[in-house]
């Protein structure tokens, strides 16, 4: 379960997140909508660690995620992520794996699988710097899954692919469902959320104006329309 | 520690992939060939003027080498975001900055080394012998060199790489003037003195690493100077990184 309680954080004068509160129960797919600058990305940051929230706690599993053990057990995918241009795709899924514990790496063997799973088996020996977007993409979710973590963080997974490594990727995520692992993503497209989804979060002005369940948010309308109202009479 | 090594390994792999390291490496290799030409046109000093030459060469060169990668070292995670994968992971900044630190220092060591083969190898076949000596000025110049890498790291966490480039040379030649500022501000009224002092203490002092014109009269190091030398570079070095962990935690990223 993820426990976010009473999260804030501001940059200047501005509040980009204010007051947000959410449980993720484990084993769901939570999708996190919201307008450009609602505080989307901010939220995501401070759930893997990497930005620090001014007030209010985020429990992950049964660690917060201030301490630094508790990342063993998260995936992130940064939103159009950049690698190390000099490395080929399985050395970079090394190095990734390298910074785990020693009894949470998985083998050369365990590498290639993931490679092969988001489509980049051929292109493991391949430098990074001559892949295609999608391919970095690809990647970038590779290295998310490095650990077989509990908890995935996907920030605009879908952007830059073409409409079969949406697909291909769908079906990855609804894999990991399957598998009991929690996903939690921020994505635009939100027909993909809607096929998705068990749950959404809608964030606007860094407030939580809606949370629980896509079927009941969508009221026999489609998410698009439903979203689209709710923001306007927010 | 497996982390700081898996930084490490991953930063000299990058680095010695880069391009730009070896068209400096190729510059400094011809350059100390060429100090045979040098010595050709010295009046029997040949042998002196290839040991001046060379010594000063690799210096400057490990310098370049420097300044080119560590300035943009940690500024190039943070403008290409790699930082945020590296950070998502059980990883923490103190770290990250180690790993990277020890990673450049073994690439500036793999550079060194080859400009010192050259070197030894340009001195002998020119009636030399093994220049033993020179390659005590080599250990100190690594040392050195370590100094200058964390103090580049340092500036790569809150400014852009010419910005650091600037800092990291001004820094560079004030630590091997400081005995001449400290001369010329003593003598300069008590304000001038008290700065001066105050420069002294604070400012690496570089000169302690410069041995190049006494190994090429043959003039060989105490252990004494050796180890000292060691500790304030280590010494100079930690509290740089640590202040480089600083400034990089402060930093939103």
């Not at chain 1, 001014?54 to 630094?68: F, L, M, P, R």
């Not at chain 2, 100090?35 to 030459?53: A, H, P, Q, R, Y």
């Not at chain 2, 080599?138 to 050195?144: H, N, P, R, S």
């Amino acid at each position: 379960m993820i426990n976010i309680t009473n999260l804030s954080k501001h940059y200047g004068k501005h509040k980009v997140v204010d007051g947000l509160s959410l449980t993720i129960d484990t084993g769901t797919i939570f999708g996190f909508l919201g307008p450009n600058g609602a505080g989307k990305t901010t939220t995501m940051k401070m759930l893997v660690g990497l930005s620090r929230p001014d007030a209010g706690t985020i429990t992950i599993g049964k660690n917060n995620i201030t301490e630094i053990t508790a990342k063993s057990q998260i995936g992130y995918m940064p939103e159009d992520p950049y690698f190390y241009d000099h490395l080929h795709a399985l050395e970079f899924l090394e190095f990734m794996n390298e910074l785990f514990p020693k009894n949470l790496r998985h083998s050369n063997q365990d590498l290639t699988q993931t490679l092969k799973l988001v489509g980049l088996d051929s292109a493991r020996n391949k430098k990074i710097k001559h892949f295609s977007k999608g391919m970095k993409q690809r990647l970038g979710l590779a290295q998310s899954l490095v650990n077989d973590p509990g908890y995935i963080f996907l920030d605009e997974p879908l952007d830059g692919l073409d409409p079969i490594g949406r697909r291909e990727f769908k079906e990855i995520i609804l894999g990991l469902k399957k598998r009991g692992k929690t996903v939690f993503f921020n994505s635009h497209i939100l027909s993909d959320v809607e096929e998705l989804c068990d749950a959404i979060g809608i964030i606007h002005h860094g407030h939580l104006i809606y949370e629980g369940p896509v079927k009941q948010f969508m009221k026999g309308k489609p998410l698009e329309t439903r979203f689209v109202e709710t923001i306007t009479n927010a | 520690m497996h982390n700081i090594i898996a930084i490490a390994k991953n930063t000299f792999r990058e680095t010695i992939r880069d391009k730009i390291l070896y068209g400096i490496l190729a510059f400094a290799l011809l350059f100390l060939m060429s100090t045979v030409l040098f010595g050709s046109i010295s009046l029997g000093e040949d042998i002196k003027v290839i040991k001046d030459l060379g010594l000063a060469g690799i210096y400057v060169f490990s310098l370049i080498v420097s300044i080119f990668i560590g300035t943009s070292l940690i500024y190039k995670e943070i403008e290409k975001r790699t930082l945020y994968i590296i950070f998502s992971k059980p990883v923490s900044i103190a770290q990250f900055l180690l790993g990277k630190f020890v990673g450049l220092m073994l690439s500036i060591i793999l550079t060194v080394a080859l400009m010192t083969a050259t070197y030894l190898t340009v001195v002998a076949i020119n009636g030399g012998g093994f220049d033993y000596p020179a390659l005590w000025s080599i250990v100190l110049l690594i040392f050195e060199l370590s100094i200058f890498v964390a103090l580049t790291t340092l500036f790569s966490t809150f400014t852009t790489p010419l910005a650091g480039t600037l800092y990291s040379v001004i820094i560079l030649y004030i630590g091997h003037s400081l005995e001449m500022l400290l001369r010329y501000g003593i003598n300069s009224g008590p304000f001038a003195s008290f700065a001066a002092k105050i420069a002294y203490y604070l400012m690496p002092n570089l000169e302690k690493f410069n041995i190049r014109n006494e190994v090429v009269y043959g003039n060989l190091p105490s252990a004494t100077t050796i180890s000292f030398s060691l500790i304030y570079a280590v010494l100079y070095s930690t509290i740089l990184l640590y202040l480089a962990n600083i400034a990089l935690k402060n930093q939103d990223l």
